[in-house]
């Protein structure tokens, strides 16, 4: 694994890391709808 430090913020790395973050939470977290996770962001 390497560690890469981000100095710009882009459009597409937002995206790819909400992408990332909402396939967590829909992996671990089936007690909520995905209404319920809509709403936490």
Known sequence: MNII???E???N??????????DSVKA???FLSDEE?????
């Open 13 to 22: 790395l937002i995206n790819q890391l909400l992408e990332v973050w909402e």
């Open 5 to 7: 430090e981000v100095k």
């Open 37 to 41: 996770i809509e709403n936490i962001w």
């Open 28 to 30: 671990t977290h089936t």
């Open 9 to 11: 913020r882009t459009n």
